[in-house]
């Protein structure tokens, strides 16, 4: 039967570990992913969770762990944000290369400095060119859903590439609201156990995996991560489409589009601003006005030909971003705006919500009014728009 | 007891690798697969053995290899110990071969909390006293007085202002099942260590002594000789830490004061990264090995109950 529980979304994410079947968690604290680490301890300490559990003295070494753990074949996790996932950094560029399927995910936190603890993305941003499979999640229900997807989608032998599903700081890790836990027996038809055919440290078959590796070879290695992301953009559709059908949640994929049918101007956003941005959009709609919404899932791999799709038929594009790369604009804008090259359609970076401060109700309506001034005047006034921040005229 | 002429014809550790001659890693790596045999998993961080163990799509490995980073040895064989258990293989040895550089220096955290969560797992340190890989740089391993190519013989200061870190007592401190220190000049002692920690459960750690001819400026043809002064000189100490109890191996001559009756003078003429040395320098390391030698005599008595 089906369970329906009131948690957070840093419980959803360690009972989605459990539910996975995780094999191997390597554990480090750190606000404001700690309780993950801290249910996963319970769920080891009372024996309803059957992993080797590995509580190692940095995220420096539990990312260590974890890609040796998934290069001895057995299905990993680990979990982290901000300077731990700064810390991580180094060794984020390992699994990709060498195909480990590995499942982390990151409460995304400001990076210091300033130190903060809030829900900032300057901490996954600079880890985007590492290979890592990278979503964002709107709600808690998608973080447990997306951590059994993530399995299943990672350890496609179409794509055997790391999973990162990340969700924001407080607003989701430490917000409750009801989740559904479907039966261990159908998450187990939906996510068979890892086999490790393609990279495993046992003796009865030898292998070596991270082997030092001369310029006549690396390129190669480049060119077939490169192709293990493409082809993720249709595995993930494929599982989502599965998943829905068995569990009925539907999420759409890459993105999800909500009212782009019609509109003249759309904004696209990551995790959880979406579901103020649902509101917005409806609000407006009953005005009269044709603005949509693009739940910009994926981030990597990034998702071009849909959002060309969807820029065909609008006016005008904004994009929010929770981060900024200094003198370049907010990463996820930069990104789109790339994709749509060629297309003369105005697109709009929006700044907002940096550092952890709210994002409110009224900053999210003035992106869409803006963005729509945009497409009826078939130019944007200012490219790179900063919301609510003292002195600074948005 | 163990001895070279016990072990099996067949390299684990094959020949055609690109060691410098008379690299003293590559003699103990060689032997100690030998020792470990196929049921094994080795893993190697960014080191000297990493570079001529193997380049893709060439390896001189014939057991599971793995390499991630430089600084994580203890933590990555720890996990793939963890993993292999979940696998059904529990029985399977995971071996972390790290030089100095990668355990005193920048792999110390892992090492730490790998030795504090007494992984079980086999650590082998091959000292050669410098980050020999980047081209000798200074490590905390390094000797006083030696010249490495961030220690230069300059005109006011004249190589390594530090005294060697003490690796294996920083171990013994974690209370670790199994502690040794050994060198290939002594292969006997060397295997029969090998064998113990190949045996055992728990954290075990064994510090190799390991010349490096091109990085110490020795001939190729020293590499023995030069580490068996070491021991007969007291800069290095062979000895081993089981169940809470240290006991030294192997004991240098001493003379009818008792004191160490090879002066460290004919250690360092053997070897060219000693050659600027004045003679204040000789005598500052003569006094510092004294002191060593008296302190390792005191620990083996404090651990010998």
């Known amino acids: 039967m089906v369970e329906r529980r009131l948690v957070s979304g840093n419980y959803a994410a360690a009972y989605g570990a459990l539910r996975a079947r995780v094999q191997f968690v390597a554990a480090y604290p750190i606000t404001p992913q700690t309780f993950i680490v801290e249910h996963i301890s319970e769920f080891v300490n009372d024996g309803i969770m059957d992993a080797e559990f590995m509580r190692v003295e940095s995220e420096h070494s539990a990312i260590s762990a974890t890609v040796s753990a998934e290069a001895t074949g057995a299905r990993s996790f680990t979990a982290t944000a901000s300077q731990g996932l700064a810390l991580m950094h180094e060794i984020l560029a390992i699994p990709a290369p060498l195909r480990l399927p590995i499942v982390m995910p990151v409460v995304n936190r400001t990076v210091a400095a300033p130190i903060g603890i809030w829900a900032e993305y300057n901490d996954v941003m600079p880890q985007r060119d590492l290979g890592w499979m990278m979503m964002f999640v709107e709600d808690n229900q998608e973080v447990f859903d997306m951590i059994i997807q993530g399995y299943r989608i990672a350890e496609d032998k179409r794509?055997?590439?790391?999973?990162?599903?990340?969700?924001?700081?407080?607003?989701?890790?430490?917000?409750?609201?009801?989740?559904?836990?479907?039966?261990?027996?159908?998450?187990?038809?939906?996510?068979?156990?890892?086999?490790?055919?393609?990279?495993?440290?046992?003796?009865?078959?030898?292998?070596?995996?991270?082997?030092?590796?001369?310029?006549?070879?690396?390129?190669?290695?480049r060119y077939q991560t490169e192709q293990a992301m493409q082809a993720a953009k249709k595995v993930i559709k494929e599982v989502n489409d599965e998943f829905a059908k068995k569990f009925g949640r539907?999420?759409?994929?890459?993105?999800?589009?909500?009212?782009?049918?019609?509109?003249?101007?759309?904004?696209?956003?990551?995790?959880?601003?979406?579901?103020?941005?649902?509101?917005?959009?409806?609000?407006?709609?009953?005005?009269?006005?044709?603005?949509?919404?693009?739940?910009?899932?994926?981030?990597?791999p990034f998702p071009k030909d849909e959002l060309r799709k969807i820029a065909e038929k609008v006016d005008?594009?904004?994009?929010?971003?929770?981060?900024?790369?200094?003198?370049?604009?907010?990463?996820?804008?930069?990104?789109?705006?790339n994709a749509l090259y060629g297309m003369e359609k105005p697109v709009i970076g929006y700044l907002a919500g940096l550092g952890g401060r709210d994002v409110r109700y009224s900053d999210v309506r003035l992106m869409f009014e803006k963005t729509l001034e945009a497409a009826k005047s078939g130019k944007a006034e200012k490219e790179l728009v900063w919301i609510g921040t003292r002195g600074v005229q948005p | 007891m163990i001895t070279i002429h016990d072990l099996p014809k067949e390299n684990l550790f094959t020949g055609g690798h690109t060691a410098c001659p008379g690299c003293g890693a590559a003699i103990l790596v060689r032997?100690?697969?030998?020792?470990f045999g196929k049921n094994t998993v080795v893993y190697t961080p960014a080191n000297c053995l990493l570079v001529f163990g193997g380049t893709y799509p060439y390896v001189s490995w014939k057991v599971p290899y793995h390499h991630v980073a430089f600084e994580n040895t203890a933590v990555c064989s720890a996990g793939i110990k963890r993993a292999l258990k979940k696998t059904g293989r529990e029985d399977t040895l995971v071996v972390g071969f790290a030089g100095d550089g990668g355990t005193a220096d920048i792999g110390m955290q892992a090492l730490s909390g790998a030795a504090e969560r007494n992984e079980d797992?086999?650590?082998?340190?091959?000292?050669?006293?410098?980050?020999?890989?980047?081209?000798?740089?200074?490590?905390?391993?390094?000797?006083?007085?030696?010249?490495?190519t961030t220690t230069p013989a300059g005109k006011v200061i004249k190589g390594k202002e530090r005294f060697k870190k003490d690796v294996p007592q920083i171990m013994i401190a974690h209370n670790v099942p199994y502690v040794a220190t050994a060198s290939i000049a002594y292969p006997n002692d060397l295997l029969t260590k090998l064998e113990k920690a190949k045996n055992m459960k728990g954290f075990r750690y064994i510090q190799v002594y390991a010349t490096c001819p091109t990085g110490w400026r020795v001939p190729p043809e020293k590499t023995v000789e030069v580490a068996k002064k070491a021991v007969e000189t007291g800069m290095w100490t062979i000895y081993e830490y089981e169940n809470g109890k240290m006991k030294i191996n192997i004991k240098p001559k001493l003379d009818e004061n008792g004191n160490l009756a090879v002066p460290v003078r004919e250690y360092l003429k053997m070897q060219g990264r000693f050659r600027h040395m004045t003679e204040e320098q000789i005598e500052t390391l003569q006094n510092w090995v004294n002191e060593k030698w008296k302190r390792d005599l005191a620990l083996e008595r404090a651990l010998s109950e």
Do not use: C
């Not at chain 1, 009212?259 to 407006?284: F, H, N, P, W, Y």
């Not at chain 1, 005008?316 to 705006?337: C, L, M, N, Q």
């Open chain 1, 316 to 337: 005008a594009i904004g994009v929010y971003d929770k981060s900024i790369s200094y003198s370049a604009g907010g990463p996820a804008f930069v990104e789109v705006r």
């Open chain 1, 250 to 300: 539907d999420y759409h994929g890459l993105i999800e589009e909500f009212m782009t049918d019609d509109a003249e101007a759309v904004l696209i956003t990551l995790g959880t601003v979406t579901s103020t941005a649902r509101k917005v959009v409806m609000d407006m709609r009953k005005e009269g006005k044709k603005v949509g919404l693009v739940k910009l899932r994926f981030l990597r």
């Open chain 2, 31 to 35: 032997n100690a697969m030998k020792v």
């Open chain 1, 159 to 221: 794509v055997l590439l790391p999973f990162m599903p990340n969700l924001d700081a407080f607003i989701l890790s430490h917000t409750y609201e009801p989740v559904e836990f479907p039966d261990q027996e159908d998450i187990d038809d939906f996510l068979p156990p890892y086999k490790a055919e393609h990279a495993h440290l046992w003796p009865d078959d030898p292998m070596a995996i991270g082997v030092f590796t001369p310029p006549e070879y690396i390129q190669e290695f």
């Open chain 2, 121 to 148: 797992i086999l650590y082998i340190m091959y000292d050669n006293e410098a980050y020999m890989n980047t081209g000798i740089q200074r490590s905390g391993s390094t000797p006083y007085g030696a010249w490495t």
